[in-house]
Structure formats: C-alpha cells, structure tokens
C-alpha cells in the first residue's frame, strides 16, 4: 500500500485517541467526590491489567502446570514485598524448571 492510504487511517487514530482522552478532562471540571466513582476509577487500571495478564500466563507455556506454578511464585513473591524484577526473575525461573521437569518425565 502507498503513503496516501495509511495517512487517513493514522488521521483517524489520532483523533479518536485525542478524544478519548480529553473528553473527560472537559466534561468532568471539578473534583469526583463520590466515593464509590472514585474507587471504581482507582480500581479500574488494575483490574484490565489483571484481565489482560492472566489469559497470557496460561497460554504462554506448554503446560498449564508451569503456569500454574509460575503463578503462585509471582503471587507469594509479591505478597512477601519482593521487587518486579525478582517477581519477574523468580517466575519466570520456577516456570523454566518445571517445563523441563515435565519434559524429563514424559
């Protein structure tokens, strides 16, 4: 495709981010003071995150073992005050050796 086709779509994509992300700074002028819309928008980040993580987990490995484990070391890792980088490390490292423990044993 040429130059001229894909500035249309870029065009479109912009405006619509712009608008996305301004709207609610015009609209919304004055601090939120309800409390429940106020912890719903502080919750809001976290839970897409959570959504968007989880499926990616379990199919990331051969094994829904792996995965499973690799899970649980993340969650008790970060429950026990440990950094993103040992979560990620330590993680990823239970995963690597339960994916050859499983391959040793079939």
Known sequence: MELSV?????????ISTYLIRTIPFVLIN???ENRFIRS???YIPFAVLTA??????FSATSSYI???IGLI???????????LTTVALISTLSVFITETVIG???
Request: charged share 10%; glycine share 6%; aromatic share 14%.
């Open 6 to 14: 894909y500035i249309p779509y870029l065009l479109i994509i912009v």
């Open 30 to 32: 004055k601090k939120i």
């Open 40 to 42: 719903f928008l502080y």
């Open 52 to 57: 968007m993580t989880i499926p990616a987990i």
């Open 66 to 68: 792996s995965a499973t």
């Open 73 to 83: 070391t993340a969650i008790c890792l970060s429950l026990w005050g440990r950094g």
């Open 104 to 106: 040793l044993i079939k």
